[in-house]
């Protein structure tokens, strides 16, 4: 199987902070990984990073076998219309409409008349599950778990097949969550993407991950779920053997992932 995302020796420092030592990470085609890890392990600076956002201080991010770390801003700029993104609060531009804001990756990248852009908004609206008329309406106008869905309908706009995701149920209900999940779970097969989804959400990694990676000690523990959640690291099993995470562990023997 082909690897999609490889991360290689990253070091992230802030001054005399050391928050990646070695940080080495391959996501394969495919599959939905996961990465976790405590308040201030440095989840966020590790997206960052391998979105090409931030430089490392060391090591190289390949995405599909170019390495971002190492490419000017116009070659760096044509390698993110590769992959979509959404963050944790959706960061869509308040100032716009929900079309808006789903056509400014095709007007960055595409040359397309308006009535095709009209027509490819309205296709992404509909492929995570909104309504048309929420294309006229502004992020203030929709709940939490419609900013969601259309931060993911922008991510989409340029049919990417690498999907990055910051805490995508955060701050949802446990059914909007729950839904959610599910669609990520049903794009991911229909659209063949490869997932890579940073949360703390237990619901999200046993419905939807078939691996994760846990940043511990600043480096990246990295296994299938049936195995990781048995490794004796004292924060890996607290994490996945609390008493939430018990409730969500399945019979001895029986299938993680999604």
Not at 14 to 28: K, T
Not at 56 to 64: I, K, Q
């Given at each position: 199987?082909?690897?999609?995302?490889?991360?290689?020796?990253?070091?992230?420092?802030?001054?005399?902070?050391?928050?990646?030592?070695?940080?080495?990470?391959?996501?394969?085609?495919?599959?939905?990984?996961?990465?976790?890890?405590?308040?201030?392990?440095?989840?966020?600076?590790?997206?960052?990073?391998?979105?090409?956002?931030?430089?490392?201080?060391?090591?190289?991010?390949?995405?599909?076998?170019?390495?971002?770390?190492?490419?000017?801003?116009?070659?760096?700029?044509?390698?993110?219309?590769?992959?979509?993104?959404?963050?944790?609060?959706?960061?869509?531009?308040?100032?716009?409409t929900v079309r808006e804001n789903i056509q400014l990756p095709m007007l960055e990248h595409l040359r397309l008349p308006p009535d095709a852009l009209e027509g490819l908004a309205q296709l992404k609206l509909r492929l995570v599950g909104l309504p048309s008329e929420a294309a006229h309406k502004y992020p203030s106008q929709l709940s939490g778990g419609m900013i969601k869905r259309a931060a993911l309908a922008r991510a989409l706009a340029l049919d990417p097949k690498?999907?990055?995701?910051?805490?995508?149920?955060?701050?949802?209900?446990?059914?909007?969550?729950?839904?959610?999940?599910?669609?990520?779970?049903?794009?991911?097969?229909?659209?063949?993407?490869?997932?890579?989804?940073?949360?703390?959400?237990?619901?999200?990694?046993?419905?939807?991950?078939?691996?994760?990676?846990?940043?511990?000690?600043?480096?990246?523990?990295?296994?299938?779920?049936?195995?990781?959640?048995?490794?004796?690291?004292?924060?890996?099993?607290?994490?996945?053997?609390?008493?939430?995470?018990?409730?969500?562990?399945?019979?001895?023997?029986?299938?993680?992932?999604?």
């Amino acid at each position: 199987m082909d690897v999609i995302v490889d991360v290689e020796g990253i070091v992230n420092r802030f001054g005399e902070q050391i928050v990646h030592d070695g940080v080495d990470m391959q996501v394969r085609s495919g599959e939905v990984f996961g990465i976790v890890g405590g308040s201030g392990s440095g989840k966020s600076v590790l997206l960052r990073t391998i979105l090409g956002l931030r430089r490392p201080d060391a090591g190289t991010v390949r995405l599909e076998g170019q390495d971002i770390t190492q490419l000017d801003a116009q070659a760096l700029r044509a390698a993110k219309a590769r992959y979509g993104v959404t963050f944790q609060h959706g960061a869509l531009f308040s100032a716009l409409t929900v079309r808006e804001n789903i056509q400014l990756p095709m007007l960055e990248h595409l040359r397309l008349p308006p009535d095709a852009l009209e027509g490819l908004a309205q296709l992404k609206l509909r492929l995570v599950g909104l309504p048309s008329e929420a294309a006229h309406k502004y992020p203030s106008q929709l709940s939490g778990g419609m900013i969601k869905r259309a931060a993911l309908a922008r991510a989409l706009a340029l049919d990417p097949k690498l999907l990055f995701l910051d805490e995508p149920t955060s701050g949802l209900d446990p059914i909007s969550a729950a839904a959610f999940d599910e669609l990520i779970a049903y794009l991911q097969k229909e659209l063949a993407l490869t997932v890579v989804m940073i949360t703390h959400d237990l619901d999200s990694i046993f419905r939807t991950c078939n691996r994760v990676g846990v940043i511990v000690d600043r480096r990246m523990v990295v296994d299938d779920i049936d195995r990781i959640i048995d490794y004796p690291h004292p924060w890996i099993r607290s994490y996945f053997h609390g008493e939430r995470a018990r409730r969500l562990l399945p019979p001895a023997g029986a299938a993680h992932g999604a």
